[in-house]
């Protein structure tokens, strides 16, 4: 798979990252690094344990992972539910299926490339 099928599967903006990242080598070792991020993982807990505070740290960042990557669909439910939380409520649930599917799939594929 080449980068630029893993944006468009992922609904994810490879021109942009492109311009920021310079080359495809950049691009690839920065995506790699991804699935290590804890953010998602850290989310879910800060859910779980009906924390605020430590969900909006952990949306906020998997926003700012997402956008710098040019992960865009992720990026964008990742900013709906930062903005929530951001609010002091945790009423998220309408939008965490979403989220876990667009992190899985991202995640999914960046194992093939």
Do not use: W
Request: charged residues 25%.
């Amino acid at each position: 798979m080449t980068l630029e099928n893993f944006y468009e599967i992922i609904g994810g903006d490879y021109a942009g990252t492109k311009s920021r990242f310079l080359t495809d080598e950049r691009i690839a070792r920065f995506t790699a690094k991804f699935p290590a991020d804890e953010s998602f993982s850290n989310l879910e807990k800060a859910i779980a344990e009906n924390n605020v505070e430590e969900a909006f740290r952990a949306a906020h960042t998997l926003k700012g992972v997402a956008g710098n990557l040019g992960f865009t669909a992720l990026f964008e439910i990742s900013q709906t539910v930062t903005e929530i939380l951001r609010g002091g409520s945790l009423d998220i649930s309408a939008h965490m299926p979403e989220l876990k599917r667009l992190y899985t799939l991202t995640v999914e594929n960046i194992a093939k490339l």
